[in-house]
């Protein structure tokens, strides 16, 4: 069953958004998003104001190829247009994976997601989003790192933040990509069992390398958010996961891999950027610059009890470089609500 549709126009490679109220320009492409399968998902395509007809570019015939808003715990989306800054905003539903007992004792169940910008890539086949630029004013405490080299096994922690709330920026640029293993089409059907299966212990030549998050001492409780780079027919194919699986000691608790796929350019590109925002419970990635958006809840005990560690790693054969890492400790946020 269909859920929470949301229908919206977009300009191809334009991050402004488009009012619906008003004309829409020409070239503008329409996408249709949907809520199913526990998930978000959404197509691009054209709408015909004289028939009132949507035709998609493509349609998939399996439905777990569609495209999604996020791979993970995200549901229940829905945009729309600010016209004070000329975006189209989306704002999305996370669950809770604890039980229904903490629950009541807690009062309330579920949490919103970070606002998002939402926009078109150029070539009109992929959404990409960002968190809002709001965000930025909440970050304190900057913590910057240049030129950092990864070898095979390194860790590099992350000091002088506040690692329970915080917002981590960081590039990655591979040194050879010419020994990356080959992409196997069969994975899209299944993205959550191969992070599975190739999880941040699982070594390659291209990966994995990333961020350690919520990490206790002995790593007993951690979260990681990674990437491993395989080689298409044409560009190459990065596998990007959040692997919850050991970030709770907590038994009853919904510890999922998720995973999600997105083409680069590499050889155009050079880098690949993953930007961070952990807010105790909630972990939300974006890899690529927005191409694929990971959103977790997390229950470690360690947050009760004591502290938490963050790092960036590789445990691939080749090495890896950070040419740039900056990352905040992050304020609560001011709601404001309107008296009278």
Same mark, same amino acid.
């Given at each position: 069953?269909?859920? @929470?549709?949301?229908?919206?126009?977009?300009?191809?490679?334009?991050?402004?958004?488009?009012?619906?109220? =008003?004309?829409?320009?020409?070239?503008?492409?329409?996408?249709?998003?949907?809520?199913?399968?526990? @998930?978000?998902?959404?197509?691009?395509?054209?709408?015909?104001?004289?028939?009132?007809?949507?035709?998609?570019?493509?349609?998939?015939?399996?439905?777990?190829?569609? =495209?999604?808003?996020?791979?993970?715990?995200?549901?229940?989306?829905?945009?729309?247009?600010?016209? !004070?800054?000329?975006?189209?905003?989306?704002?999305?539903?996370?669950?809770?994976?604890?039980?229904?007992?903490?629950?009541?004792?807690?009062?309330?169940?579920?949490?919103?997601?970070?606002?998002?910008?939402?926009?078109?890539?150029?070539?009109?086949?992929?959404?990409?989003?960002?968190?809002?630029?709001?965000?930025?004013?909440?970050?304190?405490?900057?913590?910057?790192?240049?030129?950092?080299?990864?070898?095979?096994?390194?860790? *590099?922690?992350?000091?002088?933040?506040?690692?329970? $709330?915080?917002?981590?920026?960081?590039?990655?640029?591979?040194?050879?990509?010419?020994? =990356?293993?080959?992409?196997?089409?069969?994975?899209?059907?299944?993205?959550?069992?191969?992070?599975?299966?190739?999880?941040?212990?699982?070594?390659?030549?291209?990966?994995?390398?990333?961020?350690?998050?919520?990490?206790?001492?002995?790593?007993?409780?951690?979260?990681? %958010?990674?990437?491993?780079?395989?080689?298409? $027919? $044409?560009?190459?194919?990065?596998?990007?996961?959040?692997?919850?699986?050991?970030?709770?000691?907590?038994?009853?608790?919904? !510890?999922?891999?998720?995973?999600?796929?997105?083409?680069?350019?590499?050889?155009?590109? !050079?880098?690949?950027?993953?930007?961070?925002?952990?807010?105790?419970?909630?972990?939300?990635? *974006?890899?690529?610059?927005?191409? %694929?958006?990971?959103?977790?809840?997390?229950?470690?005990? =360690?947050?009760?009890?004591?502290?938490?560690?963050?790092?960036?790693?590789?445990?691939?054969?080749?090495?890896?470089? %950070?040419?740039?890492?900056?990352?905040?400790?992050?304020? !609560?946020?001011?709601?404001? %609500?309107?008296?009278?």
């Amino acid at each position: 069953m269909w859920e @929470c549709p949301d229908f919206f126009a977009v300009l191809p490679g334009n991050n402004s958004g488009l009012d619906l109220s =008003a004309a829409i320009p020409k070239g503008a492409k329409h996408v249709l998003k949907m809520s199913l399968d526990n @998930c978000d998902k959404y197509m691009v395509g054209v709408y015909d104001l004289k028939t009132d007809t949507f035709e998609p570019d493509t349609i998939p015939d399996d439905q777990r190829l569609w =495209a999604r808003i996020d791979y993970g715990n995200y549901y229940a989306s829905k945009s729309f247009f600010d016209s !004070k800054r000329d975006r189209r905003i989306i704002w999305g539903w996370i669950k809770e994976k604890d039980n229904s007992s903490d629950d009541v004792a807690k009062g309330w169940s579920g949490i919103h997601a970070i606002p998002r910008t939402i926009w078109l890539d150029s070539n009109s086949k992929q959404l990409l989003q960002w968190p809002v630029e709001e965000i930025e004013s909440l970050r304190r405490n900057e913590v910057s790192h240049h030129d950092i080299e990864l070898e095979k096994g390194d860790l *590099f922690e992350i000091k002088d933040i506040d690692n329970s $709330q915080a917002d981590v920026e960081v590039y990655f640029e591979l040194v050879a990509l010419d020994t =990356a293993e080959n992409f196997d089409p069969s994975w899209l059907l299944d993205i959550e069992n191969h992070c599975r299966e190739v999880d941040a212990s699982v070594q390659s030549d291209v990966g994995p390398f990333g961020l350690i998050v919520l990490a206790t001492d002995n790593m007993e409780e951690h979260t990681t %958010v990674h990437f491993r780079v395989y080689k298409s $027919q $044409q560009k190459y194919m990065i596998l990007m996961c959040s692997d919850l699986r050991r970030s709770s000691l907590r038994p009853e608790v919904d !510890k999922p891999a998720y995973g999600g796929f997105f083409e680069f350019d590499l050889e155009k590109e !050079k880098k690949i950027s993953l930007r961070t925002l952990v807010d105790r419970s909630a972990v939300e990635s *974006f890899g690529g610059g927005g191409r %694929v958006c990971i959103t977790g809840r997390v229950y470690p005990v =360690a947050l009760v009890d004591g502290g938490t560690r963050m790092y960036v790693f590789n445990n691939g054969t080749s090495t890896v470089k %950070v040419p740039q890492l900056k990352a905040w400790s992050m304020r !609560k946020a001011q709601v404001n %609500v309107k008296k009278g």
